[in-house]
């Protein structure tokens, strides 16, 4: 457009020299013509833009590193003086706060015109798509007039499904009431007393066993039972920064892709678990017995931000004692492990897993009922790695 102004400029230049300098009149009609031109075609776009109307067309679910086919569709009953549109595209990850602007400009030629809008999909979660700063401009090139277009569009990237080698260790402590295993052992269920244990500064009185205490002299403080067929609970413990660092986000996508990939292998596996997240210091609980609940968190999953720092969902967790209800626990995360693994109760079959850049194989280590695991992140989506929960 800039282009073509100039170049107008310089002929109505022309035109005004020459009229000076010449003797004949048909330059001033001309330089009249000149100037009347740009107005006339102003006010034809205005009228085009008033039969106009913006639709998008294409995909509303997309898989992770593929082409997601979208349009944007330009419908008009009039072409007077309309020549092509300008406009950006702005895309927004929402779990990954992942922002991405495309400019976009069309000729414009037919009553209705899709302009392609494709993009790869890089990170899965759900996006936003919104059309920013619309123009209109006029067959030359000469005047451009904005459109309001607000409308938004939304996606959602599915994850890729990722191959993982689980075998299920034998848990001893079950016992079957019904189609359903449950495991007796400590929980918050004080009607049912699953063990003693001497009282200590900062434990809640009201659980004192006053009358044993009275006769053992000393302060005993009740342990409740926790009666139920989940006792696996999974952590995933994923934020977009680590040590004040914003994490790349999409080694941030295949890691939280893993994860969803193990909660599917637990329930394959035969392993109801809850899922545990936490999103502004607040944690969020999904209990997943089947597909269909597989399904519903993973949903919750790839509408929900990510916490702004990474792992800070175990503190949480520990800080109110919710470890206590289970006998397992899969803690997923990426970069280093932060001390507060090593402060888990030790009556608790842990298996901790990270993924990190810094490492081309796996690492493995085993400390006492606890199992920490590094997976490099450059082989996450390509290799299949073996765990025994």
């Given at each position: 457009?800039?282009?073509?102004?100039?170049?107008?400029g310089m002929i109505v230049l022309f035109t005004l020299s020459a009229m000076i300098y010449s003797q004949y009149r048909y330059f001033i009609a001309l330089l009249i013509i000149e100037a009347i031109f740009p107005i006339l075609l102003y006010m034809l776009l205005k009228y085009d833009l008033n039969h106009i109307s913006i639709h998008y067309l294409g995909?509303?679910?997309?898989?992770?590193?593929?082409?997601?086919?979208?349009?944007?569709?330009?419908?008009?009953?009039?072409?007077?003086?309309?020549?092509?549109?300008?406009?950006?595209i702005a895309y927004h990850n929402i779990v990954f706060d992942d922002c991405r602007t495309f400019h976009y400009h069309q000729n414009l030629n037919r009553h209705s015109t899709q302009i392609p809008c494709s993009f790869k999909a890089k990170l899965c979660g759900d996006v936003t798509m919104t059309c920013k700063e619309v123009y209109f401009y006029d067959?030359?090139?000469?005047?451009?007039?904005?459109?309001?277009?607000?409308?938004?569009?939304?996606?959602?990237?599915?994850?890729?499904?990722?191959?993982?080698?689980?075998?299920?260790?034998?848990?001893?402590?079950?016992?079957?009431?019904?189609?359903?295993?449950?495991?007796?052992?400590?929980?918050?269920?004080?009607?049912?007393?699953?063990?003693?244990?001497?009282?200590?500064?900062?434990?809640?009185?009201?659980?004192?066993?006053?009358?044993?205490?009275?006769?053992?002299?000393?302060?005993?403080?009740?342990?409740?039972?926790?009666?139920?067929?989940?006792?696996?609970?999974?952590?995933?413990?994923?934020?977009?920064?680590?040590?004040?660092?914003?994490?790349?986000?999409?080694?941030?996508?295949?890691?939280?892709?893993?994860?969803?990939?193990?909660?599917?292998?637990?329930?394959?596996?035969?392993?109801?678990?809850?899922?545990?997240?936490?999103?502004?210091?607040?944690?969020?609980?999904?209990?997943?017995?089947?597909?269909?609940?597989?399904?519903?968190?993973?949903?919750?999953?790839?509408?929900?931000?990510?916490?702004?720092?990474?792992?800070?969902?175990?503190?949480?967790?520990?800080?109110?004692?919710?470890?206590?209800?289970?006998?397992?626990?899969?803690?997923?995360?990426?970069?280093?492990?932060?001390?507060?693994?090593?402060?888990?109760?030790?009556?608790?079959?842990?298996?901790?897993?990270?993924?990190?850049?810094?490492?081309?194989?796996?690492?493995?280590?085993?400390?006492?009922?606890?199992?920490?695991?590094?997976?490099?992140?450059?082989?996450?989506?390509?290799?299949?790695?073996?765990?025994?929960?």
């Amino acid at each position: 457009m800039k282009k073509a102004r100039i170049l107008y400029g310089m002929i109505v230049l022309f035109t005004l020299s020459a009229m000076i300098y010449s003797q004949y009149r048909y330059f001033i009609a001309l330089l009249i013509i000149e100037a009347i031109f740009p107005i006339l075609l102003y006010m034809l776009l205005k009228y085009d833009l008033n039969h106009i109307s913006i639709h998008y067309l294409g995909d509303s679910n997309g898989w992770v590193d593929e082409d997601i086919h979208l349009y944007l569709e330009v419908i008009s009953t009039t072409l007077f003086a309309i020549g092509s549109v300008e406009f950006n595209i702005a895309y927004h990850n929402i779990v990954f706060d992942d922002c991405r602007t495309f400019h976009y400009h069309q000729n414009l030629n037919r009553h209705s015109t899709q302009i392609p809008c494709s993009f790869k999909a890089k990170l899965c979660g759900d996006v936003t798509m919104t059309c920013k700063e619309v123009y209109f401009y006029d067959l030359f090139g000469l005047c451009r007039i904005r459109f309001p277009f607000s409308q938004r569009q939304n996606m959602t990237i599915i994850p890729e499904k990722l191959k993982i080698d689980m075998t299920r260790k034998k848990d001893l402590s079950y016992f079957k009431e019904g189609n359903h295993d449950y495991l007796l052992q400590k929980g918050f269920d004080m009607s049912d007393i699953y063990d003693l244990r001497n009282y200590h500064d900062g434990d809640d009185i009201r659980h004192i066993h006053w009358k044993l205490s009275a006769k053992m002299q000393q302060m005993l403080l009740k342990e409740g039972s926790h009666n139920s067929s989940i006792n696996t609970v999974m952590l995933v413990d994923i934020g977009l920064y680590q040590h004040q660092k914003k994490l790349d986000p999409v080694k941030l996508s295949h890691a939280l892709s893993y994860a969803m990939s193990l909660s599917e292998t637990l329930i394959q596996q035969g392993l109801p678990h809850y899922i545990v997240v936490s999103h502004s210091e607040k944690m969020s609980w999904i209990p997943v017995l089947g597909i269909d609940d597989l399904n519903y968190a993973r949903t919750l999953w790839l509408c929900s931000p990510l916490q702004k720092n990474n792992g800070t969902t175990l503190p949480l967790f520990l800080s109110e004692q919710y470890e206590l209800p289970f006998s397992k626990m899969l803690y997923f995360t990426v970069g280093d492990f932060i001390s507060d693994i090593n402060v888990v109760s030790q009556d608790m079959d842990l298996t901790a897993i990270t993924v990190k850049d810094s490492i081309d194989d796996v690492k493995s280590l085993k400390k006492g009922t606890v199992q920490f695991i590094e997976l490099p992140s450059s082989h996450l989506t390509q290799n299949i790695y073996h765990f025994d929960i």
